[in-house]
């Protein structure tokens, strides 16, 4: 074995793991210690689990040896977003008042990850209950893009896609609500899949707002996605919104990798002006290399979309102010008795547990939420907000009648430096305008690296966005996409991000 | 505690001479499903603390809910039931508000789009007529835990050094039935009212949906009263009474508040919205919280549930399965069985006439189905707590065990006693009637010969009663066939005693 575990991919691990030319236990070894080398300058991780990664990758290995058949992907680890319920292991969603909580039970995903024999390494940072755009609204602090470490790795799951993309990790779990994978991946070179809403259970995913969750992928490769993808999607009966329908043929999409004859519709609302140049000018590459692969241009117009982000910060809010009600100190996690009251009532110790438990953006949230539900301000805001929902998705109708699939630069622009939108809220949100419309759509999309943006030689990504249960286009887009670029570059992307050893030395 | 002494009230009359009552009743049943309304978790009342729960009605942080489908079948029946439209498309919403025994601080209900609305109950009052009462909605919600705060003198939080709570109640399905407001009752809103949750809480039972034990909380009734001016058309400010937990209790309450309330206005104040408890033992009502009508709950749709549509094929098909409605059966039973009105209630308070029912296809006489199932039966079922048809399930008496005794005596094997002593037997699992009646002797004597025997061995020994009777006394002969009845040992006919005492006396 020549080849660098830690660089491996998720396919060539499963390959090397099937032949029997490594074990899940020197897989996961590796990883481990390439975490113990170089997470303390990326932070990607809350809690990294060895023993039991390490238990799981010998049960895979006993299993193994004994013929037993396995999942393609058993023995391959995988780190896993602290926001899904890991039974026996601490599960925070980045935040004070979970402290210490460790769940009695496994979200289906991270079941079906353990029933496919996939070592779970850890649980990755994140911001605080998913909200935010540069996990720096974690209450444990922030993750660090691995090509500049003063730079956010992306929000909410940065821990997710600096795992990925610093090699500890060939896959990680998302979710994205608003573009939690899709942006992480965009500004670490890394490829991140948002399924269509419903294909992936969110049961044991901690709600941030529950009609636009939805659990996925994040990966070096668009093939790794599907890999993964079609391990933890399906129809699960304990998530009453999980679709009862075949999983989309993504693999054998990605293996395909073909776009010959495939309109690709460009949304004009979501390119150009606002964009920043050099992530633009990647965009507009990769659009070429498209039509080189024998795809046919469109232009498309989604006027709703300019609505989007206004509807998104009032759905987003309305339904994360009741999610995170449960949070209120009687049955788990942190409990703050107040200051100088004798005996303090059971309002005023969940008043005093949720002051000091919650961070600011969780706090300006379900202030937000909470006005926007009020009577006398739910037609204006929540329900205006739900019209505006059907419009974009009917945008969103309308232009998939000209085009397969949509594309766009997944971010505006490249990682931005920690600290420089902390304290601006709006421009922060805005970092997530051309994922958003996806979620409130419920419709799939993939964001893959189209290369590094000239003005700061930092990755930009480029957004597939298909119609709902179409999921396997977005690979075959992706991946034919993928395999002209690595051609272009002569080699995969992250092949040019720094030697974090050496920082972390 | 304020409970001992009420307020100021009018006397019932006096208030009813100036005001006409308006009344809203909200009942909430709980539905005898076997599995929570959202999760897989047992209903069993009474079971440990905390031992009927999972990470869903626990409501632990990622997990989601799923409609029990039994559950919304249920509502739909009970729609059906109450005359209601059955909604074709209606959703869950969130009622948002915190409470220590609420496990998500949101309640899973349905707010704008109730699963049925718009339907009526008639009810029949003690005069024989029929008030229609109509319903403005029944919809689907779950209960809440249940909190018990330790360490104080009343059982209530303030005072308490600590409270725990018990989450198996929480997520239980509930219904709730909500009525239009009632009007046009006058004196009778009490009765109504009594009337109305009495034969709600028949129906639901007929329908088996709910066990509505109100003494268990399984069905409890909210009362909402105000007043008006006499024939005025505007509602005055009303009260809601919770958690009324007896048929008596509402009938009382509701008398209870009109008096209350008519003090009140014609004392020039005014009423205040707000909650009232019932205090079962003074028979009062005290304040409880300040409720207006701007509370709130930031109602929005449940995103974590599909919506519900019963297809109208379903809809039909679950009202093909209603029971015949509680208040028909009576009278067509009663009808078909002859009893008196005495009888009837009898036999309904006691829960025997799905027995009665079935003995009476079996073959017996109501008149014996009657005498047997309310007999020593009862007595024993209630000593052991229990109602007679699950106690005669649990023995194995059924049915055909009345209508073999009853062939016993019609074809003159046994007499009155002996057919008691026959039926003791039964009970006491000796086997059949007939079995008990051959291992115990149990059998009339029909020598007439012995018997006759015997009659004149009494009647010897007897000269003073026996002139009586010859006198035209003709009462003093019981005295005489309990002497005939001790010579043969009980095994005689007593009818055929009498009627041969009586002809040797001349009195024939």
Redesign the interface.
């Given at each position: 074995m020549t080849t660098d575990l830690t660089r491996a991919t998720a396919a060539e691990l499963a390959d090397l793991l099937g032949a029997g030319s490594v074990s899940s236990r020197e897989v996961t070894r590796a990883l481990l210690d390439r975490t113990t080398a170089v997470d303390g300058v990326v932070r990607s991780y809350l809690h990294v689990d060895e023993d039991g990664a390490l238990a799981a990758a010998d049960d895979v290995d006993r299993r193994r040896a004994a013929g037993e058949g396995l999942h393609a992907l058993a023995g391959v680890p995988i780190a896993v977003k602290d926001v899904?319920?890991t039974r026996g292991l601490p599960?925070t969603?980045g935040s004070r008042i979970?402290e210490g909580?460790v769940?009695?039970?496994d979200?289906t995903v991270v079941r079906r990850l353990r029933e496919a024999g996939m070592p779970i390494l850890g649980k990755t940072n994140m911001d605080e209950f998913a909200m935010g755009s540069s996990t720096e609204h974690s209450a444990f602090g922030p993750s660090h893009n691995p090509w500049d470490l003063d730079r956010i790795p992306g929000g909410s799951g940065g821990g997710s896609s600096s795992v990925v993309a610093s090699f500890q990790a060939p896959l990680a779990i998302g979710t994205d609500t608003g573009g939690s994978i899709r942006q992480p991946a965009a500004v670490t070179g890394t490829v991140g899949t948002k399924p269509t809403y419903g294909g992936v259970s969110?049961?044991?995913?901690?709600?941030l707002?529950?009609?636009l969750d939805q659990a996925g992928p994040c990966s070096r490769t668009v093939l790794d996605s599907a890999l993964l993808h079609e391990v933890i999607a399906g129809h699960d009966?304990?998530?009453?919104?999980s679709v009862d329908a075949p999983v989309p043929a993504v693999v054998e999409a990605a293996r395909r990798a073909d776009v010959s004859g495939m309109r690709i519709g460009i949304v004009r609302e979501l390119t150009g002006e606002g964009f920043q140049p050099g992530v633009q000018a990647r965009f507009d590459e990769a659009v070429q290399h498209l039509v080189d692969a024998g795809a046919e241009v469109v232009e498309v117009s989604c006027p709703s979309f300019t609505y989007a982000l206004a509807a998104y910060y009032l759905i987003l809010p309305?339904?994360a102010?009741?999610n995170l009600?449960?949070?209120?100190a009687?049955?788990?996690g942190m409990r703050v008795t107040p200051d100088g009251v004798d005996a303090p009532?059971?309002?005023q110790v969940?008043a005093a547990t949720r002051d000091a438990g919650f961070g600011d953006e969780v706090k300006r949230r379900i202030i937000l939420g909470?006005y926007a539900?009020?009577?006398g301000y739910?037609d204006a805001y929540?329900g205006s907000a739900q019209k505006v929902r059907r419009l974009i998705a009917n945008d969103f109708a309308a232009a998939f009648e000209t085009a397969d699939v949509l594309v766009t630069p997944t971010a505006p622009t490249t990682a931005f430096r920690l600290g420089d939108k902390l304290d601006d809220p709006m421009s922060m949100y805005l970092n997530d305008i051309a994922t958003i419309p996806a979620n409130l759509a419920g419709i799939p999309g993939l964001s893959l690296p189209s290369g590094l943006a000239d003005e700061d030689g930092l990755p930009a990504g480029f957004q597939v966005l298909a119609p709902a249960m179409v999921d396997d286009r977005l690979y075959s887009v992706g991946a034919a996409l993928e395999a002209r670029l690595a051609a272009a570059w002569g080699g995969p992307l992250l092949d040019r991000a720094p030697d974090l050893t050496e920082v972390s030395r | 505690m304020s409970t001992t002494t009420g307020e100021r009230t009018l006397s019932f009359d006096e208030a009813l001479a100036t005001f006409d009552p308006v009344m809203g009743l909200e009942v909430h049943v709980e539905l005898g499903t076997n599995t929570k309304m959202f999760c897989g978790c047992p209903t069993e009342f009474g079971a440990e603390p905390n031992t009927q729960v999972c990470?869903v009605c626990?409501?632990?942080?990622?997990?989601?809910?799923?409609?029990n489908a039994v559950a919304v079948e249920s509502a739909i029946r009970i729609g059906l039931a109450l005359n209601c439209s059955i909604a074709e498309w209606c959703r869950f919403a969130?009622k948002?508000y915190?409470y220590?025994d609420m496990?998500?601080?949101?309640q899973t209900s349905q707010y704008d789009e109730p699963i049925a609305f718009d339907g009526h109950l008639d009810v029949e009052l003690e005069d024989g007529s029929t008030f229609r009462v109509e319903i403005e909605r029944a919809h689907m919600e779950e209960d809440t835990g249940k909190s018990l705060h330790v360490g104080g003198a009343t059982g209530r939080?303030h005072g308490a050094t600590h409270?725990l709570?018990d989450y198996n109640r929480a997520g239980i399905p509930l219904i709730e039935i909500v009525t239009k407001p009632i009007v046009a009752t006058r004196e009778k809103a009490p009765e109504v009212a009594k009337a109305y949750v009495a034969t709600l809480r028949d129906l639901l039972k007929a329908m088996d949906v709910s066990d509505v034990k109100m003494e268990q909380g399984s069905m409890r009734c909210d009362v909402n009263l105000s007043l008006m001016p006499r024939d005025g058309d505007t509602f005055g400010t009303r009260t809601e009474t919770k958690n009324v937990n007896s048929l008596r209790s509402v009938e009382r309450a509701v008398r209870y508040e009109i008096g209350r309330h008519a003090a009140v206005l014609t004392d020039g104040g005014s009423i205040t919205q707000e909650t009232r408890h019932w205090h079962e033992d003074t028979g009062i009502t005290t304040s409880g919280r300040i409720k207006s009508d701007?509370e709130?709950y930031?109602?929005?749709p449940e995103?974590?549930?599909?919506p519900v549509a019963p297809s109208r094929e379903t809809v039909e098909a679950l009202r093909a399965t209603l029971p015949e409605p509680p208040a028909e059966r009576r009278r067509r039973l009663q009808t078909a069985w002859g009893y008196s009105d005495l009888e009837m209630r009898d036999v309904l308070n006691a829960g025997l006439v799905g027995l009665v029912e079935e003995t009476v296809a079996a073959g017996a006489s109501p008149a014996a189905a009657r005498k047997w199932w309310s007999g020593e039966i009862a007595r024993r079922a209630n000593t052991e707590g229990e109602d007679v048809p699950a106690y005669a399930a649990r023995l194995g008496v059924t049915p055909a065990h009345v209508v073999e005794l009853e062939g016993l005596v019609t074809s003159g094997r046994l007499n009155d006693s002996m057919a008691r002593q026959a039926w003791e037997g039964v009970l006491d699992g000796e086997g059949t009637p007939t079995a008990v009646a051959d291992a115990r002797g149990l059998e009339l004597v029909q020598d007439t010969g012995a018997l006759e025997a015997a009659v004149d061995a009494v009647i010897a020994a007897n000269p003073d009663v026996a002139a009586k009777i010859r006198d035209g006394k003709v009462q003093a002969v019981g005295a005489l066939i309990g002497q005939v009845m001790r010579e043969m040992k009980g095994q005689a006919d007593a009818g055929a005693a009498r009627a041969i005492i009586l002809e040797r006396l001349g009195q024939a």
């Open positions: 899904m319920a599960t969603c979970l909580w769940p009695p039970y979200a969110r049961y044991g995913l901690v709600a707002a529950s009609s009966p304990m998530d009453s919104t309305s339904e102010s009741s009600a449960k949070f209120d009687m049955r788990y009532s059971a309002e969940m909470t539900l009020s009577s739910y929540y | 990470p626990l409501g632990l942080p990622g997990a989601l809910p799923v409609v969130r948002n915190f220590p496990p998500k601080n949101f939080i409270s709570v701007a709130d930031r109602y929005f995103p974590d549930l599909v």
